[in-house]
């Protein structure tokens, strides 16, 4: 098993920047290829961005591009989530998740979830 846990969500303005963090447990950590979702309210759980188990490959839904920066520490066993320009849109619960396939894959490809964390952007 892998464990998951998030940190940095909270409440920020919009134009504001938040770094979330995941750190893993358990298993070969850099084996994996990391993920981050989200989930609002009412929403089905999205796509955010991807990091391959190297982190040489980088992707992102088009609604994060050019926003926010996906990165990894392997000695750290973290990935983070850089979020920059938030916008109240991007208020969600926040997942990170692994699993063994690069680039971008739908939730139910995704071998192992952590908990969430809140980041909630005010107007």
């Known amino acids: 098993q892998l464990q998951l846990a998030e940190s940095g969500g909270g409440l920020v303005q919009a134009g504001g920047s938040l770094r979330l963090s995941c750190t893993a447990s358990g298993r070969t950590f850099s084996n994996y290829a990391m993920d981050w979702f989200r989930q609002a309210p009412g929403k089905e759980r999205e796509f955010v961005a991807a990091?391959?188990?190297?982190?040489?490959?980088?992707y992102y839904a088009d609604s994060v591009k050019g926003r926010f920066t996906i990165s990894r520490d392997n000695a750290k066993n973290t990935v983070y989530l850089q979020m920059n320009s938030l916008k109240p849109e991007d208020t969600a619960v926040y997942f990170c998740a692994a699993g063994v396939v690069d680039g971008i894959q739908p939730s139910g490809a995704m071998d192992y979830w952590g908990k969430g964390t809140l980041v909630t952007v005010s107007s």
């Open positions: 990091i391959s188990w190297s982190g040489y490959y980088t």
